[in-house]
T-cell receptor
């Protein structure tokens, strides 16, 4: 069964706005990662946050992790058309990386 | 570096046929894995390997075999294709699944249709 579940399933925003998506998971984790997938392509790693970290930044990305609530959020600030993609959270436990179903983000020009 | 290379990119099979999806990486990664991606279901782990000669099952292993004779290659074999195996298959590799790493590098996918 899937470990992570993203919310919302789809998000449509105007260029320049912020996009926020959430991920909830079920069991304890070593770390949590976010990936982006452009249409018809493979997944690309965005950011990794360890279980003992609460917040991490990378460029226009901000990730938070609340292990007590078993949830994470990904914020993309000042969105661009190139941010149009599907975003997946993935949790690591032992040697397995489990993905959620993803959030599809559309950035309108 | 080419990264993770998957072949073929597209394949159409008839029910009952067998085939092998190839995956090769040139980054000397110990960890390799196969996922399938179906609409609305995200990626599901089929098999994985933590090094040459070591493989293990993931979430949906039935109908698939793997082997890892070298660090570079991790082929996925469909023994007797079924329509339920129509999917996009991704191979991914990593330095390791340790606490400090775990970033996966993905191939571009192999799109399989079973008629």
């Amino acid at each position: 069964s899937q470990q992570g579940e993203e919310d919302p399933q789809a998000l449509s925003i105007q260029e320049g706005e912020n996009a926020t998506m959430n991920c909830s998971y079920k069991t304890s984790i070593n770390n949590l990662q976010w990936y982006r997938q452009n249409s018809g392509r493979g997944l690309v790693h965005l950011i990794l946050i360890r279980s003992n970290e609460r917040e991490k930044h990378s460029g226009r990305l901000r990730v938070t992790l609340d292990t007590s609530k078993k949830s994470s959020s990904l914020l993309i600030t000042a969105s661009r058309a190139a941010d149009t993609a599907s975003y997946f959270c993935a949790t690591t436990n032992d040697y397995k990386l489990s993905f959620g179903a993803g959030t599809t983000v559309t950035v309108r020009a | 570096n080419a990264g993770v290379t998957q072949t073929p990119k597209f394949q159409v099979l008839k029910t009952g046929q067998s085939m092998t999806l190839q995956c090769a990486q040139d980054m000397n990664h110990e960890y390799m894995s196969w996922y399938r991606q179906d609409p609305g279901m995200g990626l599901r782990l089929i098999h994985y390997s933590v090094g040459a000669g070591i493989t293990d099952q993931g979430e949906v292993p039935n109908g698939y075999n793997v082997s890892r004779s070298t660090t570079e290659d991790f082929p996925l074999r469909l023994l007797s294709a079924a329509p339920s195996q129509t999917s996009v298959y991704f191979c991914a590799s990593s330095y390791g699944q340790s606490y400090y790493t775990g970033e996966l590098f993905f191939g571009e996918g192999s799109r399989l249709t079973v008629l």
